[in-house]
């Protein structure tokens, strides 16, 4: 699966664009701001409905306007794919494959897969549990459709218990049998999302183990874990035991919402432990290892996004990685840097042929027609 | 032009274009409108069997003798009463919940019609509670908490099938659907009886 051709229309700083890609690797350069990264954002809104870096629709659209439109064709099992998106402003996004509109953008999701290594991936390692957990929806969710429901009532439920939690508490009568009513729905959908990511994770993490390897030539020991507390207690037992906590902060203190991936570094944690380097190579082998993993559930390669991948690697990790992403196993590449010498260079070493775009050269249409899609 | 964009799928200028139709209307004709209005509400009565609304005690189903007592369909509002008898399919009795359990919005069990529904079931002859309520959580999380509400009396307790369209091809299903059409099959004898 690739993309052939991208076409944008108002997307943020492109008011109209044509770009005719390669079906190996693609590089898009040009000085920060040039918008290089919106071209990977756009392919990413073509695969899984939305962007990767903003979640308010409206706010890719370019300054001043109204709507945005990324048309893309795609080539899948020799077939070309026409996919339409577009947004807008306070109306709803229309996703369409050969111009047939989706009724569920949930439908789309997974056909035409991607996976993004960009600079904002840090966050994983940075940031809260939740942005580890979004790490597991957003893989799962592309496989397994059963998945994505059980989330959505699952926090739809979460959100009834707590304002339930929030009426004992203003009017002062606890109904413990009442709240179980909700608990039923909690444990039901928690248990399939518990078993599905730890499934997931069995599989997963000896995918991980490999990439890191391979891309750091074993040079230091690293460790994923995932914990949630439906692995070691019964989640009917947790919510009993936690009923007079959760009534005194109106909040449901345990469940899958509290489940996290530990990252680690002989031993201990990435995030104190590891140098920006060894942290960088353990985000790109979390990406790699979902690559592989989507590629084997739903039987096609991803188009691999990289962001700024040169940034923070010292050159043998740079030259490790692009020679391996560069191999048969992967497919379409699209990426961005700064400099287009440098992406020659780097690709020349490794003898593979590489198509770039100077963003900040490319002669921009300025024709205010609307396109069809 | 407040008072219509506060009804349900009225919105601004659609509120905006009845007002003026009502402007150019003749006095006597306005008048007619708006007391037909203030009749509505005061003649409407619900009905004390089912609480649907209807102009006498008993509203038209409740009335109807032909219809099966030992069946009662519990269904959130009037509107899935409407739907359902349209479906013609249907020849038992009916309860209107007035909605479903939903927190967020402040509703609770003691804000449904819920103990009418369990003295109905106390003294008539019902043998058998459908539950028809929305497939969302909170629809299925108030079909639960009357699960086990009824749970002492001796009941057949259903809920509505959920399932693929008439119609539809299975492999445009969505995937939830289809697991549950294919854990919860019927034996073929009785898809032939309808
Ligand atoms: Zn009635």
């Known amino acids: 699966m690739h993309i052939q051709s991208l076409d944008l229309y108002q997307f943020r700083n492109f008011r109209q664009l044509q770009v005719i890609l390669s079906d190996h690797v693609n590089a898009f350069t040009g000085a920060n701001g040039c918008g290089k990264t919106n071209l990977l954002d756009a392919v990413h809104y073509l695969s899984m409905c939305k962007s990767y870096f903003n979640p308010a629709d409206s706010q890719n659209i370019s300054y001043g306007e109204n709507s945005f439109i990324i048309n893309g064709t795609f080539i899948l099992n020799d077939e070309e794919e026409r996919i339409s998106c577009s947004v807008r402003l306070n109306q ?8 047939k509109d989706y009724d569920r953008l949930s439908d789309h999701i997974g056909i035409f897969p991607t996976v993004m290594i960009a600079p904002a991936d840090h966050v994983l390692v940075e ?30 439920t979460l959100a009834q218990r707590n304002a339930l939690l929030k009426q004992f508490q203003q009017t002062g009568r606890k109904d413990k049998s009442l709240l179980q009513i909700w608990d039923e729905q909690l444990i039901s959908s ?9 499934a997931f994770m069995t599989e997963y993490i000896p995918l991980f183990n490999y990439y890191y390897a391979l891309i750091s030539d074993s040079a230091e020991q690293v ?36 489940d996290d991936l ?44 990289l962001d700024d991948i040169f940034d923070k690697l010292d050159d043998h990790r740079v030259a490790r990685l692009l020679g391996l992403v560069s191999a048969d196993k992967f497919g379409q590449i699209l990426l961005t840097d700064t400099s287009a ?18 963003v900040d050269k490319i002669p921009e249409s300025t024709a205010a027609s609307t396109p069809e899609f | 032009m407040n008072q219509f964009a506060r009804l349900p799928g009225i919105g601004r200028k659609t509120a905006l274009r009845l007002v003026l139709f009502l402007l150019k209307e003749k006095d006597h004709d306005v008048e007619r409108f ?7 509400k005061s003649n409407i009565k619900y009905c004390k069997e089912c609480l649907n609304i209807s102009e006498e005690e008993l509203c038209g189903i409740c009335r109807d003798t032909r219809r099966d007592r030992s069946l009662l369909c519990v269904v959130p509002d009037l509107r899935d009463v409407m739907a359902i008898e349209n479906t013609h399919q249907y020849r038992g009795m009916y309860h209107i919940l007035g909605g479903v359990i939903n927190p967020i919005e402040g509703t609770g069990p003691q804000d449904l019609n819920i103990l009418p529904l369990v003295e109905r079931i106390e003294k008539a002859e019902v043998r058998e509670v459908i539950m028809a309520l929305p497939g969302t959580v909170e629809g299925e999380t108030t079909t639960f908490f009357l699960f086990r509400r ?39 004898e009785s898809s032939l009886a309808r």
């Open chain 1, 127 to 156: 940031g809260g549990s939740e942005e580890r957990r979004r790490l597991l929806d957003m893989v799962i969710s592309q496989y397994d459709h059963n998945y994505l429901r059980a989330g959505i009532n699952y926090n739809r």
């Open chain 2, 150 to 188: 009824l749970k002492e009396y001796n009941l057949n307790f259903t809920t509505i099938a959920r399932g693929i369209g008439v119609g539809d091809e299975l492999e445009f299903a969505d995937e939830v659907t289809l697991g549950r059409s294919i854990m919860q099959r019927i034996p073929y």
């Open chain 1, 341 to 358: 010498d440098r992406v020659k260079e780097i690709f020349r070493k490794i003898n593979t042929p590489v198509k770039i775009f100077e």
């Open chain 1, 92 to 99: 709803r996004k229309i996703f369409k494959r050969n111009k």
């Open chain 1, 190 to 198: 928690g248990k399939i999302i518990y078993e599905s990511r730890a």
């Open chain 1, 262 to 305: 530990l990252f680690r570094i002989s031993g201990h944690p990435v995030k104190r432990f590891g140098s920006q380097g060894q942290q960088k190579t353990f985000l790109i082998a979390v990406k790699l290892a979902q690559f592989e993993y989507i590629m084997k559930k739903n039987n096609v390669k991803p188009i691999l996004l």
């Open chain 2, 34 to 40: 708006s007391n037909a209005f203030t009749r509505m």
């Open chain 1, 223 to 258: 460790e994923m874990v995932y914990e949630s507390q439906l692995e070691t207690h019964d989640f009917e037992q947790l919510l009993d035991l936690a009923f007079e906590k959760d009534c005194a902060s109106t909040y449901t203190s345990t469940g899958i919402h509290k």
